[in-house]
């Protein structure tokens, strides 16, 4: 639009009006915003600033009043999920029911791994991970609190005795979670200073589940996230050791794609999981 004509049947006002208007903001601002001639008009370097910031105002409004508008919406359509493997199974597929028996017009497809898959690349809608992700094309939003905890079964220690120290983990059977074909270092506390150890047991497995009932058949030491051995630790299967070096907790986090407006089937499941999780978890972390 490069005349005050244009501008005046497109607004259907009259072409003084527009100039006037024109007038009394460039006297506000106190800059000349256009360069007008006979024959064209034409946006000063003052002037093309201040359309491109009215432009982000305006996309601005019109970003606030779409987002109400579908906060109206019900959730409805394709839900595309990727759960870690345990957490997904035991802790968020019991809410995830509850949610579609809410919402009967949406249908979830869900994958299960403990591989950080591409959401983008993938057309993941959302993603459940411990710890989020540092992609800059994802959003993340923390649920829950959530620590990894090292423990034995009362039989083991009454064995073996506890460990005092992550030290004292060299003369124990500890059980390694291998991901990526390599066992997962345990992280500690040390003297305010984080530090690894390598379990370097004879029992490596590549499923927490699994490793969790090794540990409640005796076999030896591990470590493991609280949302798999709460329940355990609470009645008594498992006693926690090495607390007063227990690393610095990751949440539970949700993770999706950055989008304009997120769709009201992927909100209203965060917000359930928020209200679930975020001041009690089930896991008691």
């Known amino acids: 639009m490069q005349s005050f004509t244009a501008a005046a049947e497109k607004l259907a006002l009259s072409r003084s009006a527009i100039g006037k208007c024109i007038a009394r903001l460039e006297q506000g601002l106190g800059s000349r915003l256009l ?94 991970r411990i710890g989020g992700d540092t992609d800059s094309r994802l959003v993340r939003r923390v649920l829950a609190p959530h620590r990894l905890i090292t423990c034995a079964a009362p039989g083991y220690l009454d064995r073996h005795g506890a460990p005092a120290t992550p ?42 589940e699994a490793l969790r009932d090794a540990v409640l058949a005796g076999a030896g030491i591990a470590q493991l996230g609280a949302f798999l051995v709460g329940e355990d630790l609470r009645a008594g299967r498992l006693v926690a050791v090495l607390e007063a070096h227990a690393p610095p907790g990751a949440p539970v986090c949700a993770v999706y794609p950055h989008r304009r407006h997120l769709a009201p089937k992927v909100r209203a499941l965060i917000d359930a999981m928020a209200r679930r999780w975020s001041a009690a978890p089930p896991w008691g972390a």
Request: glycine share 6%; aromatic share 6%.
């Open 167 to 208: 030290d004292d983990l060299a003369r124990h059977q500890t059980l390694a979670f291998t991901h990526a074909g390599a066992p997962v270092p345990w992280r500690y506390a040390v003297q305010g200073q984080e530090r690894q150890v390598q379990p370097a047991g004879r029992l490596r497995l590549g499923n927490t």
């Open 35 to 128: 360069h007008r001639s006979t024959r064209s008009v034409s946006l000063s370097d003052e002037g093309r600033v201040f359309y491109e910031h009215a432009q982000r105002i305006l996309a601005e409004v019109d970003n606030a009043a779409d987002a109400m508008d579908r906060r109206k919406r019900a959730p409805r359509g394709r839900l595309r999920l990727d759960l870690p493997v345990s957490l997904g199974r035991l802790h968020v597929m019991p809410l995830l029911r509850d949610y579609l028996r809410l919402w009967p017009e949406v249908e979830a497809d869900v994958s299960f791994s403990d591989d950080y898959t591409d959401l983008v690349r993938d057309g993941v809608d959302l993603a459940i």
